[in-house]
């Protein structure tokens, strides 16, 4: 992981999450990976990056991350909810924690077996 921040992202933040971070991953697991980036421009060369190290990389822009949260994007919800996080340059994940919690709360929303939310 810190070949993705040394070379890939100058400034950004990023979460690991899924089977890794809850720490009940098999041998062939992959890494599930959240980057929220300012700039992502380069999404594609971070996705490019990822293949060849069997990481399933999400880049979203940091200005839609709350739209996204409200349309109840699963992968932030798992990330935000259940992440470890690997770096903040933004000093935004633990608002986007808080602003995720509050929204499920609200919402009376539980996490389902199969992985989704209701």
Do not use: C, P
Request: charge should be negative.
């Amino acid at each position: 992981m810190s070949l993705l921040r040394d070379r890939l992202i100058e400034r950004g933040s990023a979460l690991l999450f899924g089977s890794r971070a809850r720490q009940d991953s098999h041998w062939i697991s992959d890494f599930d990976v959240l980057v929220l980036h300012d700039n992502v421009d380069n999404a594609d060369s971070l996705r490019y990056w990822a293949r060849g190290y069997s990481v399933d990389l999400f880049v979203i822009d940091l200005a839609s991350t709350k739209e996204e949260i409200e349309r109840m994007n699963t992968v932030l919800l798992d990330a935000l909810l259940e992440g470890v996080i690997l770096f903040d340059d933004l000093d935004t994940i633990e608002e986007l924690k808080e602003f995720t919690l509050d929204m499920v709360r609200t919402r009376g929303l539980k996490r389902r077996k199969d992985g989704g939310y209701w």
